[in-house]
């Protein structure tokens, strides 16, 4: 099993910036094979979930939903994961949770979740 952890959530002025992050643990060897790839998913009240942005550890390779590229930048140090949130807008709001999944890609399928923390952006 792996546990994942973010933190780094609020409440901020539209245009401010807020960095998220999340922390895998678990048994180490389990650790490694289940966060090939590492990512940041959104749900907002009364929508589905939606991917945000991902990070692959083997090549480094980095993936982003359009309505965040430019302003979003995900980054990542072995187990752990940061969302740099920039320029936010109130459309931003979510409760954002942390997923690792096994392989790598744009397409993966995720295998594990954190809790999430809340984001709220006020205009």
């Known amino acids: 099993q792996v546990q994942l952890e973010e933190s780094g959530g609020g409440l901020v002025q539209a245009g401010g910036s807020l960095r998220l992050s999340c922390a895998a643990s678990?048994?180490?060897?389990?650790?490694?094979?289940?966060?090939?790839?590492l990512g940041w998913f959104r749900q907002a009240p009364g929508k589905e979930r939606e991917f945000v942005a991902a990070?692959?550890?083997?090549?480094?390779s980095t993936y982003y939903a359009d309505s965040v590229k430019g302003r979003f930048t995900i980054s990542r140090d072995k187990n752990t994961v940061s969302l740099q949130m920039n320029s936010l807008k109130p459309e931003d709001t979510a409760v954002y949770y942390c997923?690792?999944?096994?392989?790598?890609?744009?397409?993966?399928?995720?295998?594990?979740w954190g809790q999430g923390t809340q984001v709220t952006v006020s205009s």
């Open positions: 997923a690792a999944s096994k392989v790598s890609g744009p397409s993966a399928p995720y295998d594990y």
């Open positions: 678990g048994r180490t060897f389990v650790t490694v094979l289940s966060t090939n790839l």
């Open positions: 990070v692959s550890r083997n090549d480094g």
